[in-house]
């Protein structure tokens, strides 16, 4: 039976209604939370947030909170590089152990002389990714290796071209990996976390650029101030809104990212003041490059885009100058830096790479023979 | 396979009237190749003479495309090719090609180092097509001259379909009326073996003449159209 489409027009039909009165909460739920985040002096947000004991991850201003800071596109007059990367991952079903990363790279230099460089540089790997061959565990640490590659590469060109701003495509900080509970990948992350000290040497301010971010860190702080138990009671910081809240006057606030509170609070080319993300304590994220990294929110015209930074930027008073082009980027690529649209095109495997990859494997005589669902999904006609 | 060398015994483009290098071969067949030029825009003319290895063909088409999709980048209030100086990655992003009938080859011979001029140029395919990867050449206007010496190149190109194949026509007969300088006698006998392989296709060779006639904007008389056998009655006796 093909999928059925009139089935799901029927259910969006039904459902519209509820999706519609959700959209007009949030965009409440935004003002509400524009209003705590002004309403709220720099040293009670601080203080706050210092002192709550939540394994929550939440935004600790490190520049002042109400400082927002305007900026304009930058003359054509810099030097840019990027990376970005994809992969094709060991694959049971195929019988093929072994994987390959390719990373995507990107200079363009703006000015009198343009010119740009732009090419990708795949690696075949043959060491199993984790001992014991557990496939679930792979994927981080494929993850982990991809990061470790783009930012190798990364360094590599900022240095070659002299850049003004290396880019990469995503977090800077992968916390996602970061907090895994995986040694390996923490060794791996920590080998990231040297290389990314390399371009504090180098001068190069490094960013990670996040469009549409769904992270939470400063509306989980902007909840733990509007939260009626942690201001009533006096154990309240250690138990506001640890969970997602049902009361009234926090529950619409669950419905709100960062992206959304500042889509409402910055202007056009404006950015937020820079945080530093509270780690809980004695966790993993509370020593390493983490405590050295920090976070802000760019107004493009196009959408409000997190940008992830070793905080070195903010003190040899680079931020003005990546925020400048940025935006120079985001309306040369209408929307979303070009050099990582053109990074992420020079990376991207299309099928008929991926194909091409398992047929040198199998004329190498290294792929094992395909599980029997391989086999049945090829006996019908189907991909594996 | 392990002669890098493009052609045996042509030195790489340098002196005026040699050949000029263009781009390599991406796709080959027996009746026409692909190359991809080395340098943006950098493509060969409109029924152009070019050789990749021993095998020459005459361009019928040209392109530029993207990697991706291709929009609009630059503002209403841009000099024209202002985009390529805002956006310096669009001469690595995007490329041209072109592609040429396969109408000669040059004869194979023992002696590697024998350059073309003293090789036999034979009107039909080559034992194989010209490979991967190796260099075309726009041909040097010596080339050109020995090339359209005798017309016999137009009975492939009559063979070629899916393709502008006329236009071709015109502009390679309009190339060597022009690398003659002018020379109307050479011009005629061309049509007269086109008016043959047109027999019965009055209007198209008209209209080709014609064409010939408005692309080389020579103010002599056009061409007196061949007679006698074994042209049908009226084939080329058209005032142009």
């Known amino acids: 039976m093909p999928y059925d489409h009139m089935e799901i027009a029927r259910q969006i039909a039904a459902t519209l209604a509820a999706a519609q009165a959700a959209q007009v909460g949030r965009a409440d739920a935004a003002r509400d939370a524009a209003e705590i985040y002004l309403g709220t002096a720099h040293a009670a947000w601080h203080d706050a947030v210092a002192a709550v004991r939540s394994k929550r991850l939440m935004g600790l201003p490190h520049t002042p909170l ?5 900026g304009q596109p930058a003359a054509p007059d810099y030097t840019v590089v990027a990376t970005d990367s994809s992969f094709v991952s060991p694959d049971k079903h195929r019988g093929a152990h072994c994987y390959l ?76 990996l970061a907090l895994a509970p995986d040694p390996e990948v923490h060794t791996l992350m920590d080998a990231y976390g040297a290389l990314l000290a390399e371009f504090e040497r180098l001068r190069v301010p490094v960013v990670g650029y996040i469009s549409k971010p769904a992270s939470q860190a400063v509306m ?55 945080f530093q993300m509270r780690f809980p304590p004695g966790g993993r994220g509370a020593s390493g490059f983490w405590t050295h990294t920090g976070f802000c929110y760019l107004a493009t015209p196009y959408e409000v885009a997190r940008l992830e930074f070793p905080l070195w930027i903010v003190e040899a008073g680079l931020l003005d100058r990546v925020q400048r082009i940025l935006l120079s980027q985001c309306a040369l690529g209408e929307g979303y830096p070009k050099v990582l649209t053109l990074a992420h095109n020079f990376a991207v ?16 005589g290294l792929i094992q023979p395909p599980s029997e669902k391989a086999r049945g999904k090829r006996a019908t006609g189907g991909r594996i | 396979m392990t002669d890098p060398v493009p052609f045996p015994g042509v030195p790489p483009p340098g002196p005026p009237g040699g050949r000029t290098l263009l781009g390599e071969v991406i796709g080959a067949s027996y009746g026409a190749f692909t190359a991809e030029s080395y340098n943006l825009h950098d493509t060969p003319p409109l029924g152009g003479l070019v050789v990749a290895q021993d095998v020459l063909g005459l361009v019928y088409d040209a392109k530029t495309e993207g990697l991706g999709p291709v929009s609009a980048k630059g503002a209403a209030g841009d000099a024209d090719g202002e985009v390529y100086r805002i956006h310096p990655d669009l001469n690595r992003t995007l490329r041209s090609q ?16 024998t350059p073309p001029e003293a090789r036999r140029l034979v009107y039909t395919y080559p034992d194989a097509p010209p490979r ?89 008389a056009p061409p007196p159209a061949p007679a006698g056998p074994p042209l049908a009655p009226g084939v080329g006796q058209v005032r142009v």
């Open chain 1, 349 to 364: 495997l299309r099928s008929e790479d991926r194909e091409s990859y398992f047929f040198l494997l199998e004329r190498a």
């Open chain 1, 66 to 70: 109400h400082e927002f800071v305007p």
């Open chain 2, 98 to 113: 072109f592609s040429a009938l396969v109408v000669a080859h040059y004869a194979w011979t023992a002696a590697k180092e």
């Open chain 1, 101 to 176: 990363i390719n990373v995507g790279r990107v200079m363009v230099h703006y000015g009198e002389e343009p010119e740009a460089e732009l090419d990708s540089t795949p690696t075949h790997y043959i060491d199993p990714l984790v001992a014991g061959e557990d496939w679930m565990a792979s994927g981080r640490h494929l993850q982990a290796k991809c990061a470790l590659q783009e930012l190798a590469e990364l360094q590599r060109w900022a240095e070659r071209f002299r850049a003004d701003v290396a880019l990469l495509d995503g977090s800077l900080m992968q916390l996602g």
């Open chain 2, 132 to 220: 991967l990867h190796y260099k075309a050449w726009l041909c040097a206007d010596a080339e050109l001259l020995r090339f359209t010496e005798r017309p016999n190149y137009l009975r492939l190109l009559m063979q070629a379909t899916d393709c502008p194949v006329d236009e071709v026509i015109i502009h390679v007969l309009a190339r060597a009326y022009t690398v003659r300088g002018g020379d109307r006698a050479h011009l005629l006998r061309s049509t007269e073996l086109l008016g043959r392989l047109l027999k019965g296709q009055y209007d198209r060779l008209v209209a080709i003449l014609e064409t010939v006639e408005a692309l080389i904007g020579d103010d002599e």
């Open chain 1, 220 to 274: 989980h702080a902007a909840r733990l101030l509007a939260c009626r138990v942690a201001a009533e009671t006096p154990a309240g910081l250690a138990a506001a809104c640890e969970q997602r809240c049902t009361r009234a006057e926090c529950a619409d606030l669950w419905s709100l990212d960062d992206g959304g509170l500042f889509w409402e609070l910055l202007e056009n080319g404006y950015r937020s003041p820079v």
